[in-house]
């Protein structure tokens, strides 16, 4: 009984921190209308909870959040899930270490993902959050696991914790849903500043060593340990 209800705690408690992590998506305008979505993975069980397809940001609760198993079934919900389900359950299953991913169509991000272009490490913001360029990823149908699949390929061999799929836009992850929510928000504000500085002249790329660096130092000394 105790390990029924120490479940259920979690999943409540996975249920209001997916829910409440959308608003961060359209806070940093990451979203229009229906767009995106949040899912996080119940730790120690083979589920992930995620948002409910075509339901308004609005109108999102955490009793609306929709529980999965890991090939993107229903397990507890009253919704269908979002249609990246599939998508995000690959990713869950082939990278043990994610435990969160989000998904936007943010405007500058995707823009570069409309042109199949990696974001390249020219800002030190770029270096310490994503360890070099934010790749990009091949272009996938949406609605079965096609498109986890690519964010596995690609993110199998980067240390980003975002890639840019092809025509479509961002895939973050993270070992949480909030690390998942930043690098997404974090995307989208290294492509807009990558644009604007090609508008000025051509960028100026940030050696290989200082990049090791300042990742390292981002990831292992930076903020409050």
């Known amino acids: 009984m105790t390990a029924v209800t120490d479940v259920q705690e979690t999943l409540a408690a996975l249920r209001r921190e997916v829910c409440a992590l959308h608003a961060e998506l359209t806070r940093y305008q990451l979203v229009v209308w229906t767009a995106g979505n949040v899912s996080a993975r119940v730790p120690g069980r083979d589920l992930l909870v995620i948002k409910p397809s075509g339901v308004s940001y609005d109108a999102l609760t ?34 043990p270490e994610v435990g969160g991913v989000v998904h936007t169509h943010s405007t500058y991000a995707t823009a570069w993902a409309a042109r199949a272009e990696p974001i390249p490490c020219v800002l030190t913001m770029v270096a310490d959050e994503f360890g070099g360029e934010v790749p990009v990823g091949p272009f996938a149908i949406i609605g079965d696991d096609s498109i986890g699949r690519g964010i596995v390929e690609t993110l199998r061999d980067s240390r980003s914790p975002a890639v840019l799929m092809q025509n479509h836009g961002v895939f973050a992850v993270g070992p949480n849903a909030r690390s998942a929510v930043k690098a997404a928000v974090m995307c989208e504000d290294v492509a807009r500043t990558v644009h604007i500085s090609r508008q000025l002249g051509a960028p100026v790329p940030i050696a290989p060593a200082d990049v090791d660096r300042l990742f390292d130092r981002y990831q292992n000394v930076y903020g409050q340990r």
């Open 62 to 95: 955490p009793e609306n959040m929709v529980v999965c198993d890991l090939d993107g079934r229903v397990v507890e919900g009253d919704h269908a899930p979002s249609s990246d389900t599939e998508a995000q359950a690959y990713v869950y299953r082939h990278l």
